[in-house]
């Protein structure tokens, strides 16, 4: 029984021991909507191929799971509805019944593993959610991130979290934290988050360094890298606070619950801001792709 399937593309960079860089299907059947999705995916795709590293967008198609997608696969998932979203605790299920799932950031660390991809570039990675102690609403992401050791290039968790309690979280699971090129962990949409990040890196080489230096300590799971939005696309935090706080409560006011949570407030948060959200998700997702292509090409320097 074939369950991972890579393409061609990238089966031929992985033997050939050239860089490649996992990308989730989440953040397309999700996260953005039609038509910016499929854009988006593919603008991704073209940037980690121009940064000198392979891209595989991973989805589990009709049951079985692909690293590297088609064109063609790319365009039926970003406007099939009612595609599933996968996490750890769903994956099997999916593939057992012959369905179509897109991975969240967790679903995508686990398929990049199997398929010897060290490297992961999304947008912002789940995490507690505000109210999380009445709720319990905790992405599986973070568990992830302590399981499996893959390196994720986000651009911090996304403001609609509860940022302290997803760093304090992050610390117990013992997952290194690591802003990229400054002191604060960036807050998606905005540079700075108003907290000083555990860790600071300024170099892929360093980075890359690091995530093979645990391996030889034997210390499972992986490294969430979190590099700031480009000056120009931020948006500022004073100016989302207020959208961020009218997003949460509507969830709320219409019983929002469980997988739907995240989903709900990007949209909510793409309708209050006239689309602004949607531009700087698309500039932050770019930029982690150019710095993970940049890691995982410093990675297959260690390797040889
Ligand atoms: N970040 C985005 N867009 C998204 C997500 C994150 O900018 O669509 C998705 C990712 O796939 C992430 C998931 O893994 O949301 C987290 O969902 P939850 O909070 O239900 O665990
Ligand atoms: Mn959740």
């Given at each position: 029984m074939t369950i991972v399937v890579p393409s061609p593309a990238v089966q031929a960079a992985l033997d050939a021991g050239k860089p490649v860089v996992a990308l989730e299907s989440t953040i397309i059947t999700h996260g953005m909507p039609w038509p910016q999705n499929l854009e988006v995916a593919r603008k991704v795709e073209e940037t980690v191929r121009s940064a000198g590293a392979e891209p595989a967008t991973i989805a589990v198609i009709n049951g079985t799971l692909h690293v590297g997608l088609t064109d063609e696969q790319l365009q039926e998932l970003a406007q099939a509805r009612g595609v599933a979203k996968l996490s750890r605790a769903d994956m099997a299920v999916c593939m057992a019944q012959g369905r179509t799932g897109a991975t969240t950031v967790a679903a995508t660390m686990i398929a990049a593993k199997?398929?010897?991809?060290?490297?992961?570039?999304?947008?912002?990675?789940?995490?507690?959610?505000?109210?999380?102690?009445?709720?319990?609403?905790?992405?599986?992401?973070?568990?992830?991130?302590?399981?499996?050791?893959?390196?994720?290039?986000?651009?911090?968790?996304?403001?609609?979290?509860?940022?302290?309690?997803?760093?304090?979280?992050?610390?117990?699971?013992?997952?290194?934290?690591?802003?990229?090129?400054?002191?604060?962990?960036?807050?998606?949409?905005?540079?700075?988050?108003?907290?000083?990040?555990?860790?600071?890196?300024?170099?892929?080489?360093?980075?890359?360094?690091?995530?093979?230096?645990?391996?030889?300590?034997?210390?499972?799971?992986?490294?969430?890298?979190?590099?700031?939005?480009?000056?120009?696309?931020?948006?500022?935090?004073?100016?989302?606070?207020?959208?961020?706080?009218?997003?949460?409560?509507?969830?709320?006011?219409?019983?929002?619950?469980?997988?739907?949570?995240?989903?709900?407030?990007?949209?909510?948060?793409?309708?209050?801001?006239?689309?602004?959200?949607?531009?700087a998700n698309i500039a932050l997702v770019l930029n982690n792709a150019r710095l993970a292509a940049e890691i995982a090409q410093e990675m297959c320097n260690f390797d040889a």
């Open positions: 199997l398929a010897g991809i060290s490297v992961f570039a999304t947008g912002g990675i789940g995490g507690v959610h505000k109210g999380a102690e009445n709720s319990f609403d905790i992405s599986a992401d973070l568990q992830e991130l302590s399981h499996t050791a893959v390196t994720v290039v986000a651009a911090g968790a996304k403001a609609i979290l509860d940022l302290p309690k997803t760093l304090e979280v992050l610390e117990t699971l013992g997952v290194p934290v690591i802003a990229f090129g400054q002191d604060q962990v960036p807050a998606f949409w905005s540079r700075e988050a108003g907290l000083r990040a555990p860790l600071r890196m300024d170099r892929a080489q360093d980075i890359a360094k690091s995530h093979i230096m645990r391996g030889k300590l034997g210390l499972p799971g992986g490294q969430l890298v979190t590099n700031p939005i480009p000056k120009d696309a931020e948006i500022p935090r004073e100016t989302l606070a207020p959208i961020i706080a009218k997003a949460t409560q509507d969830a709320e006011n219409h019983g929002i619950s469980g997988k739907d949570v995240t989903p709900y407030l990007l949209q909510r948060i793409f309708e209050l801001t006239d689309g602004l959200s949607l531009e």
